[in-house]
């Protein structure tokens, strides 16, 4: 006789987008996010103080002492992260916020996600805004085989030999190879990039996405070479195709 699976959890996960910045969340956000946020009374966010601001954004009227919050960054103890979802035993819904996008792209809230499968928890997305895929969609490169890579190495001598690898797979795939920096390092990196890369490499840099100062631009490393361009503290994807 085969053996009967364990039955679900009766609580979800809800991976809850935040703004990319602080215009007003509803701008860019869906109803249902505000939904979910005026259901949702448990959270596990990376930063509280941030997050406490974005559900009051959300839902002025929720009170503030109904939260139950728990931490998650690169301070967290992977050991304590399955108690996080403790509530979710009890019947409660649990909303996973990320400082800015999508919970579990580039964001640690994946380890949550993780968990919550081996406890065969439901795991809910909802609709927003990701940097990562808004700049791919508007570079106008391979948007059939890319690849996210997260940050690029601080150390100049391994930076420069990372852009010169990504740039190779670019050519030899055929595949747009997509990354970040520390938005106070951005301009250290396009200088970089400039200075590494094959002139007829296309560049696309994606600054500010969603925001009044959103800017976005694919050109040759060439081209590139010829426009002053202040990056600085400015939240910023980049794009190669060789």
Request: with cysteine; aromatic share 4%; glycine share 8%.
């Given at each position: 006789m085969e053996e009967s699976k364990p039955s679900l959890v009766s609580g979800k996960v809800y991976l809850i987008p935040t703004a990319l910045g602080d215009n007003a969340p509803l701008e860019v956000l869906p109803i249902s996010i505000k939904r979910a946020i005026e259901n949702i009374d448990y959270y596990i966010v990376e930063n509280e103080k941030t997050a406490r601001r974005?559900?009051?954004?959300?839902?002025?009227?929720?009170?503030?002492?109904?939260?139950?919050?728990?931490?998650?960054?690169?301070?967290?103890?992977?050991?304590?992260?399955?108690?996080?979802?403790?509530?979710?035993?009890?019947?409660?819904?649990?909303?996973?916020?990320?400082?800015?996008?999508?919970?579990?792209?580039?964001?640690?809230?994946?380890?949550?996600?993780?968990?919550?499968?081996?406890?065969?928890?439901?795991?809910?997305?909802?609709?927003?805004?990701?940097?990562?895929?808004?700049?791919?969609?508007?570079?106008?490169?391979?948007?059939?085989?890319?690849?996210?890579?997260?940050?690029?190495?601080?150390?100049?001598?391994?930076?420069?030999?990372?852009?010169?690898?990504?740039?190779?797979?670019?050519?030899?795939?055929g595949q747009s190879q997509i990354f970040m920096e520390t938005p106070y390092r951005n301009d250290k990196l396009l200088a970089e990039l400039t200075k590494t890369l094959h002139k007829n490499t296309r560049l696309c840099i994606a600054a500010d996405i969603t925001l009044p100062t959103e800017f976005i631009k694919t050109k040759t490393v060439h081209e590139w070479k010829e426009i002053e361009l202040d990056l600085n503290k400015r939240p910023a994807i980049f794009i190669i195709q060789a």
């Open positions: 974005f559900i009051k954004r959300i839902s002025p009227s929720k009170p503030q002492p109904s939260l139950h919050i728990e931490t998650l960054n690169k301070f967290t103890d992977p050991a304590i992260i399955p108690s996080y979802l403790d509530p979710c035993i009890s019947g409660h819904n649990i909303g996973v916020l990320s400082e800015a996008g999508c919970p579990g792209i580039a964001d640690p809230g994946a380890a949550v996600v993780r968990v919550a499968h081996e406890k065969r928890i439901q795991v809910v997305p909802l609709i927003g805004p990701s940097s990562i895929l808004m700049a791919m969609m508007s570079s106008g490169m391979n948007g059939q085989n890319f690849a996210f890579n997260g940050y690029l190495p601080i150390d100049k001598v391994e930076r420069k030999a990372m852009i010169k690898t990504l740039e190779r797979l670019s050519d030899e795939k």
